[in-house]
């Protein structure tokens, strides 16, 4: 079992950063990928970030290239999400999730980021 927990969401304005952490505690060393998806009001969740524990690989969707960046400190079993250049359409519930590539286990509770024009 893993258990997530996200922190470091806020409201923040347009062009603004914020970073969020997501602590993992438990059986981490099975769960090789970390990610990031989120939830705006009446969407579907969608994919943002993932890293792998091995390597450091990672992978991004298109709208957050360039203004976001993921990254993990294994010593800490905590992930990050620095983002950059926030933008209204950012605003959503961002959540941590922990498992294989493409095929995420277990997920924090999230952490609401509110971008205002």
């Known amino acids: 079992q893993v258990q997530l927990v996200e922190s470091g969401g806020g409201l923040v304005q347009a062009g603004g950063s914020l970073r969020l952490s997501c602590a993992a505690s438990?059986?981490?060393?099975?769960?090789?990928?970390m990610g990031w998806f989120r939830q705006a009001p009446g969407k579907e969740r969608e994919f943002v970030a993932r890293i792998t524990r091995t390597g450091g690989s990672t992978n991004y969707k298109d709208s957050v290239k360039g203004r976001f960046t993921i990254s993990i400190d294994n010593a800490k079993n905590t992930v990050y999400l620095q983002m950059n250049s926030l933008k209204p359409e950012d605003t959503a519930v961002y959540y941590c999730a922990a498992g294989a590539v493409g095929s995420y286990v277990y997920w924090g509770q999230g952490t609401q980021v509110t971008v205002s024009s």
């Open positions: 438990g059986r981490t060393f099975n769960n090789n990928a």
